[in-house]
């Protein structure tokens, strides 16, 4: 079983940067891939970014150029570096541990908004 837990959310104005963070649990936690969702009101969670244990990445259109997501194993840690911000990036952001199952943490608020 693996538990992640988000933090770093908040209020930030446009053109601003922030960065998530997501602790996870468990001695297997380099062979995981993860990967950040966001969720606004009335919409499915949508996939923004994704590491692979080898350290692959990949991102959503929306995103790519402006998020960067990285892991560090040592510390059982995800990122996401997200600058530029813009209002339409307002969402409860997820970390997602994914391996036979999928694992989510709680959810941390960005609000993007002057």
């Known amino acids: 079983q693996v538990q992640v837990v988000e933090s770093g959310g908040g209020l930030v104005q446009p053109g601003g940067s922030l960065r998530l963070s997501c602790a996870a649990s468990g001695s297997l936690f380099s062979t995981i891939t993860m990967g950040w969702y966001r969720q606004t009101p009335g919409k499915e969670r949508e996939l923004i970014a994704r590491?692979?244990?080898?350290?692959?990445?990949n991102y959503a259109d929306s995103v790519k150029g402006r998020f960067t997501i990285s892991r560090d194993n040592a510390k059982r840690v995800v990122y996401l570096q997200m600058n530029s911000l813009k209002p339409e990036d307002t969402a409860v952001y997820y970390c997602n541990a994914r391996t036979v199952w999928d694992y989510w943490g709680q959810g941390t608020q960005v609000t993007v908004s002057s």
């Open positions: 590491i692979t244990s080898g350290g692959s990445t």
